[in-house]
């Protein structure tokens, strides 16, 4: 596998493939590679010729500096994961790779798109978010970029960015990898305790029983109870709801089919994790 810290280097490297006329797949993460990530990878090397993983912890898009100092940091690992699936290209830039000083903001409308679920409880996130996956857009020029939809909300995000300024890639948005248990996979698992990763498996749990239970009867009332019961585990539930899964508008009654998302953020042992249901 090849590795570029520098954009001269990922320049160097590109260039070569787009003269071959080969498409390139890119996967950008924050790193502490999980399955869920290298299931992008695999389907990213399914459909193009050339796979470009980046890992870049950035810092842009954590609200909380204390959020940012745990993220956890594992290039060690994760460079072996990546050589071990055969990905051809690393990009491990430093800060001043991605955001040069005579950077510049990106302006872009997000309409409501920040203002509902993690936006309120997460000034600045999506910004941030915006701001990296620009320049990664910008440096890489990929033919396909993919995306978990656990993030749900920052897939729309990515739609719209694409939409604005990148109308010649396309976005594949991945299923989630979740255990055995129905945890969803995610980097901050890392940093729960086997305990901690047994009660968290309530969160789909919650899911699933919030799905059925609204395809039943369309009560509302029924994720209060639901939300209501995560409570009981312990566990600190900052959102549970029902959104139009197009428009993420909060909604109250379930939509057309495979329309509706209940998406929900909670907090185990200090750590925030989120995850979805669409129906
Ligand atoms: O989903 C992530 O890991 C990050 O938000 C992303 C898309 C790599 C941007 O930093």
Known sequence: MLIAKTNLELHQILSLQS???LSIGFVPTMGALHQGHLNLVKRSQKENDFTVVSIFINPKQFNSTED???YPIKTQEDVKLLESINCNLLYLPNYEEIYPQNGQNIAIDLEELNQVFEGPQRPGHFEGVVSVVYRLFELIKPNKAYFGLKDFQQCKVIYKLKETYFKNIE?????TTREKNGLAM???NSRLSEKGKILASQI?????DAKSKFMETNAQSHLAKVSEKLSQHNIEVEYFELA???TLKPAKVWQKPNEN???TAVKIENVRLIDNIVF
Request: charged share 30%; proline share 0%.
């Open 19 to 21: 003269s071959n006329k």
């Open 244 to 246: 139009n899964a197009k």
């Open 261 to 263: 998302v209940i998406l």
């Open 186 to 188: 995610s980097s901050r």
């Open 68 to 70: 940012f100092k745990k």
């Open 171 to 175: 976005l594949v948005f991945c299923e």
């Open 204 to 208: 789909y749990k919650a899911l699933l």
